[in-house]
């Protein structure tokens, strides 16, 4: 299974981060929780403006946009002259945000900027890129995309184990990778793995996921 890189600019005319436009601004979405029962998504974002009164008139008009979901809480200003720091609520439906927790994607970036969406994504695999994409192109217009293909594996094995990897976690992932654990459909299961390295199914699966951190990790430091 192959990991790739995908870089998007696309416009969400259905979405807040349009409003930003008017305003010239531009904004790091810096996190972003999903809260099921009620719908709507919570997050931060580090926005850049001329001064303190547009930045007022852009939450006055993200407020009244769509009143019953969109709702700024908080406001920190920093003390780099036109850095903010905002805590809002928004509309989970239709939301990019909705289609990147539901096509389960590990790691995302976003900037908005001109009123467009800049996202950077870690996809794992053909099918859940094409998922992905597929999905976007339903509720947003995609202006460009860029995928790279990042092959973790391709890391020298004295880098992977020295720099990053403990032993143990790199035995168990390379022998998983050379088995077929992340193919699809996979080629072994983690009971199966788990007799070969004559370990419990939970110690295996915690060597898994900490050497996948680790990983994951070195590949979004060298291609930041």
């Not at 200003?77 to 905002?86: D, E, P, R």
């Amino acid at each position: 299974m192959n990991i790739y890189e995908l870089k998007l600019k696309l416009y969400h005319d259905s979405c807040w981060s349009t409003i930003t436009y008017d305003y010239n601004l531009n904004v790091q979405v810096n996190s972003v929780m999903y809260y099921p029962f009620e719908s709507k998504l919570v997050a931060t974002a580090t926005i850049n403006a001329e001064n303190e009164k547009i930045l007022n008139e852009f939450v006055n008009h993200f407020n009244k946009s769509y009143p019953s979901k969109r709702k700024v809480k908080y406001i920190v200003k920093f003390k780099k002259n036109g850095v903010y720091l905002i805590y809002f609520e928004s509309e989970y439906d239709l939301s990019i945000s909705s289609i990147i927790y539901e096509t389960k994607i590990p790691y995302w970036k976003e900037k908005i900027i001109n009123g467009n969406e800049n996202w950077k994504v870690l996809v794992f695999g053909k099918n859940q890129l094409n998922v992905l994409l597929e999905r976007l192109k339903q509720i947003a217009k995609i202006k460009n995309f860029e995928i790279n293909k990042i092959d973790p594996f391709k890391l020298s094995p004295e880098s992977v184990s020295i720099e990053i990897l403990p032993k143990k976690e790199k035995e168990i992932i390379l022998k998983a990778y050379e088995l077929g654990y992340y193919d699809w459909p996979r080629g072994v299961d983690l009971d199966e793995l788990s007799k070969i390295f004559n370990i419990s199914k939970v110690a295996l699966l915690k060597n898994l996921r900490k050497g996948e951190e680790k990983i994951i990790k070195k590949i979004l430091m060298e291609t930041n």
